[in-house]
């Protein structure tokens, strides 16, 4: 299957910005998904990327390079309930294959 | 909210006892999917259905099995549950395969087999 690959966890701090990182193996590629997951609930469908260059949604962003097997989720003016886990799903499969999620905590 | 509901909620089991769970969507989607979740692991796919009586296995099918014989309804049963199949439990769905086609997620199933 799809080698996904993320942090495990990160830290930061309320009204700043942080870069969560995914790379994924380059075969058979067929588009990059991301879902937040909050402590005890579902998985919710965050974005997706199938070509390079940078899709804005309000305070996020997801980022794709597909030469370089990579991706990012950018979070902007970082608020508390944006703790949560944060999962990117990809592959060559018409099915993703997720990584094992990282998850931010956001302080004061 | 995508109609999707999974049941029981929180299940408590004995090794070697048969466990059903139960995935009931509202929303008309062809594909079904049943992912567990383990810490250090993520979403892990076990198996999943792309129509009545067609289903797949994902990449953690051992000792699972699963049927669908409505459109609404995807069941997912340990035949014999272990303590290794200690899990939650998720249930998602999808209108296509195709490109930037979301899943969305069931609550979950908290599972603890004993």
């Known amino acids: 299957g799809q080698n996904i690959d993320q942090p495990t966890e990160m830290t930061a701090t309320e009204g700043a910005i942080v870069q969560i990182n995914c790379t994924y193996q380059?075969?058979?590629?067929?588009?990059l998904f991301w879902y937040q997951q909050h402590a005890g609930e579902a998985p919710t469908f965050l974005s997706y990327?199938?070509?390079?260059g940078l899709e804005e949604k309000g305070r996020f962003s997801s980022f794709l390079s597909r030469s370089k097997g990579y991706s990012y989720l950018l979070l902007k003016e970082l608020q508390m309930k944006d703790s949560a886990s944060y999962l990117c799903?990809?592959?060559?499969?018409?099915?993703?294959?997720f990584g094992r999620g990282t998850s931010l905590i956001v302080h004061p | 909210d995508a109609g999707i509901t999974q049941s029981p909620r929180h299940k408590v089991t004995e090794t070697g006892t048969p466990v059903t769970l139960r995935c009931h969507q509202t929303?008309?989607?062809?594909?079904m999917y049943w992912y567990r979740q383990d810490p250090g692991h993520g979403l892990r796919l076990i198996h999943y259905?792309?129509?009545?009586?067609?289903?797949d296995k994902g990449e953690v099918s051992d000792g699972y099995s699963v049927s669908r014989s409505k459109t609404e309804d995807f069941l997912l049963t340990l035949e014999s549950a272990t303590s290794s199949q200690t899990s939650v439990y998720f249930c998602?769905?999808?209108?296509?395969?195709?490109?930037?086609?979301?899943?969305?997620f069931g609550p979950g199933t908290r599972l603890t087999v004993l």
């Open positions: 259905s792309y129509g009545v009586k067609d289903t």
């Open positions: 380059t075969s058979g590629f067929n588009g």
């Open positions: 799903a990809g592959g060559g499969s018409y099915i993703p294959t």
């Open positions: 998602a769905i999808s209108e296509s395969l195709a490109g930037g086609n979301e899943q969305f």
């Open positions: 929303e008309n989607h062809r594909y």
């Open positions: 990327n199938v070509l390079d």
